[in-house]
């Protein structure tokens, strides 16, 4: 079955995590994804802990399905061969620091010349213009000038970054869909373009609070597990540890919640009966509601009979307990694939999986490749013979450095 992306070839220049995760999706629907390593070392994401057999599992995933081969940027061999490459590609991503790639010779000028139609991204932590454009930065830098670390955590608590690493899978998905976008106007119009995806602007875009400080002059503050403007909408602890989320700020819902506690009274009560008073009272309410949770010796019957009158909550699942969730491995969310062939003691790798299902183009996931592991294969087709790429590989080797 074809799908979406078949045909397309990327040539992928990117680093770590935003960069690699934005091909990763291509590659899932079709797109014939190249990605430009360093020699010995490769992608900085091929080092980080946890491994497998030495080996780093973020790697695994932000490069599954994609081809590797190894290129020093600074010898003009590989220069010559990736001008070869690029004239036959339909995309190029880069996440090199602003600026870097014209230093190369492959940014967006450059190789408009080889190739009109290309399309190209540039992803950054920061943007290629404006006062930050130079600016070092990555995940947390982006976290932290977006404002989102200042509304996470509690009030009288510091800051408090996000458990994981959100402004780059942002930034992935954004550069992902601008690509897709990209690629339909230039099968539109025939023509290319450039794109400017950053991490920072990613995660402004998710701050919901911007527009009230910018017109009403409100000033959000951290309010650690539960709303300001919502409640119930938060988390609730219950007996020996047990935690839930429960979600019933409207009407209908918070009177059901009533009910169940033994406490109609409360649909009347003023410091509870409407969405502000509960607001207002957020102690009162969560205090009373954590009382009623502690009244169950397993939160999942509280649980069970909050969604049996239709209140949206559940249990706060520690990461165990996700891989266990046998509904994810059902859907295709959480799947085992193959191991690159460098593996020698495991064969199968459990990881994430889609979490795009599409009826007519399913996504394909695929493993990822060894470092270099298909050297041969693209740089005799692009013009050296495997004594010249074994000759580049045995300089290198001295050259560079394993991380």
Not at 7 to 21: C, E, K, Q, S, Y
Not at 43 to 51: K, N
Not at 63 to 74: C, E, F, V
Not at 147 to 161: A, K, V
Request: negative net charge.
């Amino acid at each position: 079955m074809a799908n979406i992306f078949d045909g397309i070839r990327v040539i992928d220049f990117t680093n770590n995590l935003a960069g690699p995760g934005s091909t990763a999706m291509l590659a899932d629907f079709g797109a014939e994804v190249i990605k430009i390593e360093r020699p010995v070392a490769g992608d900085d994401i091929r080092s980080l802990a946890p491994r497998l057999e030495g080996q780093a599992i973020f790697g695994l995933w932000s490069n599954r399905g994609k081809k590797s081969i190894t290129l020093a940027l600074d010898d003009q061999r590989s220069i010559d061969i990736l001008y070869r490459m690029i004239k036959d590609a339909d995309v190029v991503v880069e996440s090199f620091k602003p600026g870097q790639m014209k230093k190369f010779g492959l940014d967006y000028d450059s190789v408009c010349k080889i190739n009109p139609q290309i399309v190209y991204l540039s992803m950054s932590a920061c943007g290629q213009t404006g006062a930050y454009a130079k600016k070092p930065g990555f995940d947390i830098i982006a976290q932290a000038m977006s404002g989102q670390m200042d509304l996470t955590g509690n009030p009288d608590e510091p800051p408090t970054r996000l458990g994981v690493p959100i402004g780059d899978y942002v930034g992935a998905f954004n550069a992902a869909f601008a690509l897709a976008a990209a690629l339909f106007h230039r099968q539109r119009t025939g023509e290319g373009q450039y794109i400017d995806i950053s991490l920072l602007d990613g995660m402004v875009a998710m701050n919901s609070t911007l527009e009230g400080a910018a017109n009403l002059g409100t000033h959000p503050t951290r309010s650690g597990n539960h709303y300001l403007n919502m409640a119930p909408y938060g988390v609730y602890n219950g007996k020996d540890g047990q935690s839930c989320v429960i979600s019933a700020y409207t009407g209908k819902a918070w009177i059901k919640l009533c009910d169940l506690m033994g406490r109609p009274d409360f649909a009347t009560d003023p410091k509870v009966a409407t969405n502000p008073d509960r607001v207002k009272n957020i102690h009162y309410l969560v205090e009373n509601i954590e009382n009623w949770l502690k009244t169950f010796d397993d939160i999942n019957d509280a649980i069970t009979a909050m969604e049996g009158v239709g209140i949206a909550c559940c249990k706060i699942k520690n990461t165990d307990e996700v891989v266990a969730d046998q509904n994810l491995w059902e859907r295709g969310t959480l799947i085992e694939c193959e191991l690159p062939p460098s593996f020698k003691e495991h064969r199968t790798f459990k990881r994430r999986g889609t979490w795009i299902y599409m009826s007519k183009t399913p996504a394909v996931q695929k493993r990822s490749p060894d470092l270099g592991e298909d050297n041969y294969y693209y740089l005799t087709r692009y013009g050296l013979t495997k004594e010249e790429i074994d000759s580049m590989e045995s300089e290198w080797e001295a050259r560079f450095q394993k991380p």
